[in-house]
């Protein structure tokens, strides 16, 4: 069965520093990423995703991600952090046909003045 | 243009009781999906429809349910409901062969 798995479950980080955010998927022959990110109450905003090609990919607000297949990771960065990138951010993984997303458990996202 | 659509926003439920969440998805958008966000939780799937059938269902009882209508809309039907229910319902929609997923701002469904 597919897996994602966010090993931080929470980090907290000062205002103008640098972020990256862990993900790890299972096998998958053809792995489609994900980064959402979810602010309190709300729905998923999605950052930027990857099927194929270039394996650093850009997203909104700055995000970017690297898609390692070797490591079998998709892990989020910004060189920057903003206060208002406070939130809950979410990997998530579909493979093949699976139509199905499969997200990870989440990383809350603090961020000190 | 109007994302996916989510209604009510919130809801207070029985157990026992029966509930209708409804999801108008993205113009353009011929296949929904619903998961359930458990608090301090990521989303886990329920199931998709598309062309008004389910294609695709996730680890969920039977009292799960759903709907999708010929203008693509859909709902979930949840059955006797029971306190672990209570969580966040997110629908979200994407273009067939297209993989790119629009969430909604969920319905928050609580049961006591």
């Known amino acids: 069965a597919q897996s994602v798995t966010q090993p931080d479950i929470h980090i907290t980080v000062s205002e103008g520093a640098s972020l990256e955010l862990r993900c790890n998927y299972s096998?998958?022959?053809?792995?489609?990423l994900f980064w959402y990110v979810q602010s309190p109450g709300q729905g998923l905003q999605l950052l930027l995703k990857?099927?194929?090609?270039?394996?650093l990919v850009q997203g909104i607000k700055g995000f970017e991600a690297e898609f390692k297949r070797s490591q079998s990771s998709f892990n989020l960065r910004k060189p920057s952090v903003h206060w208002s990138d406070a939130a809950e951010y979410f990997c998530?993984?579909?493979?093949?046909?699976?139509?199905?997303?499969?997200f990870g458990k989440g990383t809350l996202l603090t961020v000190n003045p | 243009d109007a994302g996916v659509t989510q209604s009510p926003t919130h809801l207070i439920k029985t157990r026992g009781q029966q509930v209708t969440l409804r999801c108008s998805p993205k113009?353009?958008?011929?296949?929904v999906s619903w998961y359930q966000q458990a608090l301090g939780q990521g989303p886990q799937f329920i199931f998709q429809y598309y062309e008004e059938e389910e294609r695709q269902r996730g680890n969920f009882p039977d009292r799960f349910s759903g709907h999708q209508f010929p203008n693509y809309s859909s709902e979930l039907n949840v059955n006797a409901l029971l306190l672990g229910d209570s969580a966040l319902y997110l629908c979200?929609?994407?273009?067939?062969?297209?993989?790119?997923?629009?969430f909604g701002s969920g319905t928050r469904l609580t049961v006591v």
């Open positions: 998530a993984y579909t493979g093949g046909s699976n139509y199905k997303l499969t």
């Open positions: 096998y998958g022959a053809t792995p489609y």
């Open positions: 990857y099927f194929s090609g270039d394996t």
């Open positions: 979200a929609s994407s273009e067939q062969g297209i993989y790119g997923y629009t």
């Open positions: 113009s353009g958008h011929d296949t």
